[in-house]
């Protein structure tokens, strides 16, 4: 199905169509590696198309001690035999994936007794996390999309009304978008990121919110057009207050993407300032310390590289940041290891904010 959509991972063959049913002992994206290799020391057969690649790629590899013979009759029965466990596992996936996309198409049960819908709530969430394992294969994560796997995820699951299929689906959706441009422009076009970043500001439930997180992650990091819908959305200001939270999952990761946004891109510094970014991660740097803190000290500090309007905004006396740096490298040097990272972005922002030349100067 997906011959070109996964960065040229599947081998130019056309695989047969699938005619059998769901096999839930099909492999999964690895090559397989039960039983034992045949008495002539061959490994055993890979189970799908990726699998059979990387035997390639390691045969390959591998320089021969003499010059290369005619093939033996032995040897050719077992890469017949390994082809075919390639092709065979792919098809399987395949219909796993097809398996799983009819449980989660099915309407939910009218007039359902609480046993019967806890019944059916536990097969879809089964589904999803299926279809989770087998979307790490990049080829199966195209085909689910193929499949219109993602139109039934951002159409209907996202907005579900159990969190247990809000945070599977929202997972799903990074498995598949993670690295993939094709699949994270049809997802942003399907509007998923607006319901993501709705799920990420306002969801009760926290593992909701990490996993909308991740989503969001996938779409936007090296991803021009998803970056441009997040400055749109005010994604940014969702960020921030995900920072300002009580789940220290989420204030992690929340913070770690600033600041990878930031690296990658410092066009959008001037924006941030004007939103009072400077300002609010200060404050968060004086809330009770945290291994929190190194990120969005990594944050502050990627704010002002190379932008004096961020020192300018971190000299404000009003905010007290050379007095707070000063006194947590003090902390900090009294600590193990662990804290070595912080110790240093504390150094770099004294260093660059408050060791540097005058405004005036810098702006010259």
């Avoid at 803190?293 to 940041?321: K, N």
């Amino acid at each position: 199905m997906a011959d070109q959509r996964s960065g040229g991972n599947r081998l130019p063959l056309a695989l047969p169509s699938a005619s059998q049913g769901c096999s839930t002992g099909a492999g999964g994206s690895s090559a397989g590696t039960s039983g034992s290799p045949p008495a002539s020391g061959n490994p055993p057969p890979p189970r799908n198309l990726q699998g059979l690649l990387q035997m390639a790629i390691t045969a390959g590899s591998q320089e021969p001690d003499s010059p290369p013979e005619p093939m033996s009759e032995e040897r050719r029965q077992w890469l017949q035999e390994a082809m075919s466990a390639a092709f065979r596992g792919q098809r399987e996936e395949v219909e796993q994936m097809k398996s799983c996309l009819r449980v989660l198409s099915q309407p939910t049960p009218p007039a359902a007794g609480e046993a019967d819908l806890a019944a059916d709530q536990q097969e879809r969430e089964g589904a999803l996390e299926l279809l989770a394992d087998l979307c790490e294969n990049m080829d199966n994560a195209a085909d689910f999309c193929q499949l219109s796997g993602m139109h039934l995820l951002v159409g209907r699951y996202l907005e579900a009304g159990t969190a247990g299929l809000r945070w599977r689906a929202a997972q799903l959706i990074g498995t598949c978008s993670q690295n993939v441009a094709a699949i994270q422009e049809q997802v942003l076009g399907l509007g998923a990121l607006r319901k993501l970043l709705r799920l990420l500001d306002r969801d009760a439930c926290d593992t909701v919110r990490v996993k909308a997180l991740f989503a969001i992650s996938c779409l936007v990091r090296e991803q021009e057009a998803g970056l441009l819908q997040f400055l749109r959305l005010d994604g940014f200001s969702v960020l921030m207050r995900a920072m300002q939270q009580q789940v220290q999952k989420l204030k992690v990761k929340s913070a770690f993407l600033l600041q990878n946004l930031l690296v990658g891109h410092p066009e959008h510094k001037g924006t941030l300032c004007s939103m009072g970014m400077v300002q609010q991660l200060v404050a968060l740097i004086r809330t009770e310390h945290s291994p929190f803190h190194e990120h969005v000290l990594g944050a502050l500090c990627s704010l002002v590289t190379d932008f004096p309007q961020g020192v300018r905004e971190c000299r404000e006396p009003q905010l007290g940041l050379e007095e707070l740096l000063r006194h947590r490298c003090q902390l900090l040097q009294q600590q193990h290891e662990e804290y070595q990272e912080e110790l240093e972005f504390c150094e770099k922002l004294l260093q660059t904010c408050f060791s540097t030349p005058t405004d005036d100067s810098m702006d010259r």
